[in-house]
């Protein structure tokens, strides 16, 4: 079993930045991947970022060039840098790992960029 524990979000306005961490706990010896996912209002729940332990990332065009995604294997956290936030971007993020052909999921933390 994984246990994952996001935080973080907040209210920003457009043009802003904010970092969400995402800590892991249990059995993280076998995570494979870790990232981040969002559930706009009305919307289904998409990618925003995936980073493989070998450090192979994948991110979703819409947010390009504005999210980096990062790992610290030593303190077994995932964090999401977002910077030139948009309205577009309001969701609730989940954190998300893979382990052992299992997904796990946080609780989710919501973002809201407005002015």
């Known amino acids: 079993q994984v246990q994952l524990v996001e935080s973080g979000g907040g209210l920003v306005q457009p043009g802003g930045s904010l970092r969400l961490t995402c800590a892991a706990s249990?059995?993280?010896?076998?995570?494979?991947?870790m990232g981040w996912f969002r559930r706009a209002p009305g919307k289904q729940r998409e990618l925003v970022a995936t980073?493989?332990?070998?450090?192979?990332?994948n991110y979703a065009d819409s947010v390009k060039g504005r999210f980096t995604i990062s790992r610290d294997n030593a303190k077994n956290t995932v964090d999401l840098q977002m910077n030139s936030l948009k309205p577009e971007d309001t969701a609730v993020y989940y954190c998300?790992?893979?382990?052992?052909?299992?997904?796990?999921w946080g609780q989710g933390t919501q973002v809201t960029v407005s002015s």
């Open positions: 998300n790992a893979v382990s052992l052909n299992k997904v796990y």
């Open positions: 249990g059995s993280i010896f076998s995570i494979a991947v």
């Open positions: 980073m493989t332990n070998g450090g192979f990332t």
